[in-house]
């Protein structure tokens, strides 16, 4: 069963949007975790990553900073917290197991349906 995300929505530039995935339907808890983001007409690419048991984030260079991602191993949730948001962050975001700590590839290649950010000058 996929994960499902969800936090989406329209925020103009420089605001926040917290976005959530519950895997409580595949359970994510002892795997390495990452959001991932796909803008239209482009590659789906990684955006951040957390360990199974919350430590050592990685970010893609051009969210740090900017966003948080954090866990809830007893909820199954992932959180990634978006802040200075830019327009360039318009996109369909995704959560996924990772292949491994380290990793900015996804296990699965199912995904879920993602929740759109969109974000105006």
Excluded: H
């Excluded at 959001?35 to 990684?46: H, S």
């Excluded at 996924?96 to 349906?113: F, V």
Aim: proline share 4%.
């Amino acid at each position: 069963m996929q994960p499902v995300e969800s936090g989406g929505g329209l925020v103009q530039a420089g605001g926040s949007l917290r976005l959530s995935c519950d895997a409580s339907g595949r359970t994510y808890r002892s795997s390495a975790v990452g959001w991932f983001r796909q803008a239209p007409g482009k590659e789906r690419e990684f955006v951040a990553g957390i360990s199974n048991t919350g430590i050592g984030p990685d970010y893609a260079d051009s969210v740090k900073g900017r966003f948080t991602i954090s866990r809830d191993n007893a909820k199954d949730l992932v959180s990634l917290q978006m802040n200075s948001l830019k327009p360039e962050d318009t996109a369909v975001y995704y959560c996924n197991a990772l292949e491994y700590w380290g990793s900015r590839r996804s296990r699965y290649t199912d995904w879920g349906q993602g929740t759109q950010v969109t974000v105006s000058p």
